[in-house]
């Protein structure tokens, strides 16, 4: 098993580093491969992708960073686990349970659907089965879900700069290059 986590990382937060560490002890995956979204994204106030990429470095020495989303272009989830699938066999991609509602509105989402597999992180106490069995009943073997109970945002930190929110290795780095308003 091979687990694709992606994201826009910006920051990355106390949350990301517990959700890899839950991954690693929950499925004991052969490879956590921590992609971060190109700045072609279109997501408002997106960090420049080097600085997001550097951090996502910090989060684990156990897991992969790659910089596949780094695209002139954004050519959506399929396309990067078509790519990966060059290199890794047996995908995961990890999704939020918001990301499990909207689903259907992603690129290329029922190829997705049938070509891949996914673990859940259900943030909301959602009946996830239900939704599942309602909007994608032909591909319920395709998901795992796992509860989780963080109450941290990359958003928290940028309106907050709660530095208890990220871990530390990734505050100095924030610090050292001034980011996100925060000065040496």
Known sequence: MNIVYGGSFNPPTKAHKLIIEKLFLVFKPDNIIVVPVGDNYGKKDLLAYEHRLEMAKLLDDRIIVSDLENNDKYLGTYNLLNKL????????????????????????????????????????????????????????????????????????????????????????????????????
Do not use: A
């Open 85 to 184: 699938k060059e290199y890794y066999d047996d995908l995961y991609y990890v999704i939020g349970s918001d990301n499990l509602i909207n689903l259907d509105k992603w690129i290329d989402y029922k190829k997705l659907l049938n070509d891949f597999k996914f673990v859940v992180f259900n943030r909301y106490n959602l009946d996830l089965q239900d939704i599942i069995l309602e909007k994608y009943p032909e591909y319920k073997d395709h998901f795992l879900v796992i509860q989780i109970d963080y109450d941290i945002s990359s958003s928290k930190f940028r309106e907050t700069l709660d530095k208890s929110l990220i871990p530390d290795d990734v505050y100095d780095y924030i610090v050292k290059n001034e980011l996100y308003g925060v000065k040496k």
